[in-house]
Every structure is written in C-alpha cells, then in structure tokens.
Nanobody, 125 residues
Framework: QVQLVESGGGLVQAGGSLRLSCAASVRIFSTEAFGWYRQAPGKQRELVAKIASAGRTYYADSVKGRFTISRENAANTVYLQMNSLKPEDTAVYYC???????????????????WGQGTQVTVSS
C-alpha cells in the first residue's frame, strides 16, 4: 500500500520561498504519477501541479512561473519548489499519487488513488 508523507511547510513572508517534499513508500516509485493540490480555509481543494512518471509536468495558471514540481526516483520523493510566494498561496498542501504501471508514461491523471496528510503553508503579507 502506498503511503505519502509531506514535509517542508511553514510560515514565510510574501516574496519568499519554500520547498515541499513528498516521501512515498511504494513498491515501484518510477511507475507512479504525482500531483500537488492545496486547500485554503473555506475553499475547495484545487490542483497546483502534476508530474508524470516520465517527467512531463502541468501547472495551474495561478502558480505557473513561480512553482516547480520535480521528482527524484532514487529517493522516492516528489518536490514542489515554491518561489515568489503570495498570501493567496496560503493553504494546506497535499501530495497525491496514482499508479500508471509504466515508467515512461506522459499520463497526467485527473484523479489520484492515494493522498498524504497535508502540510500547512502560510504566507504573511
């Protein structure tokens, strides 16, 4: 069973940076696609970024050019580098995974099977 553990959240001033990590305990990390989502208080969960098993990426318009999703297969870890943070980026950030059964897939799933517990990111103005 896949387990995901996020870390790296915290309090940062507007304009600052944070790097979130998602450590995955999974039999074959390289055949998983991953996504980062976030949920602010009183709002619905929204997609931030996705990464395919082959490395193809997708970003929400609100974070394009500021956030970078990446994966390190040797470390079973997915990252979300967040730069130029804004107060509206404040949310709980969740990592999600989906088995795509192939290490060289460019599939970016719309739904995910496994979710982490989330990590809080707070950006002060």
């Amino acid at each position: 069973q896949v387990q995901l553990v996020e870390s790296g959240g915290g309090l940062v001033q507007a304009g600052g940076s944070l790097r979130l990590s998602c450590a995955a305990s999974v039999r074959i990390f390289s055949t998983e696609a991953f996504g980062w989502y976030r949920q602010a208080p009183g709002k619905q969960r929204e997609l931030v970024a996705k990464i395919a098993s082959a490395g193809r990426t997708y970003y929400a318009d609100s974070v394009k050019g500021r956030f970078t999703i990446s994966r390190e297969n040797a470390a079973n870890t997915v990252y979300l580098q967040m730069n130029s943070l804004k107060p509206e980026d404040t949310a709980v950030y969740y990592c999600a995974a989906k088995e795509v059964y192939y290490s060289y897939s460019n599939l970016l799933p719309d739904e995910y099977d496994t979710w982490g517990q989330g990590t809080q990111v707070t950006v002060s103005s």
